[in-house]
């Protein structure tokens, strides 16, 4: 559920509430009881960074990264393993 914050225009008291999204708005202000409470536009509360989805599918701009951390699955020749005797 997300929370929502709200802010009474009558005495200025700020609030954060938990509620459904079907939840009606709520109106009456807890603190001096008027129905001033009008909801907030706030930035959401989470932030994808990381590996993942974003990094791997759509990040521009040079070669994808190797998330497993496999050494062996890279392309530039073998460093630790050689077969020449």
Request: charge should be neutral.
């Amino acid at each position: 559920m997300p929370i929502y914050e709200y802010q009474c225009q009558a005495c200025q008291h700020e609030m954060e509430a938990l509620q459904k999204m079907s939840d009606p708005a709520l109106v009456a202000c807890p603190e001096c009881k008027a129905d001033k409470l009008v909801k907030k536009i706030s930035a959401a509360g989470f932030r994808l960074k990381g590996g993942g989805w974003y990094e791997t599918d759509f990040k521009s701009g040079g070669s994808k990264k190797n998330l497993a951390g496999d050494a062996g699955s890279s392309s530039g020749g073998g460093s630790s393993s050689s077969s020449d005797s």
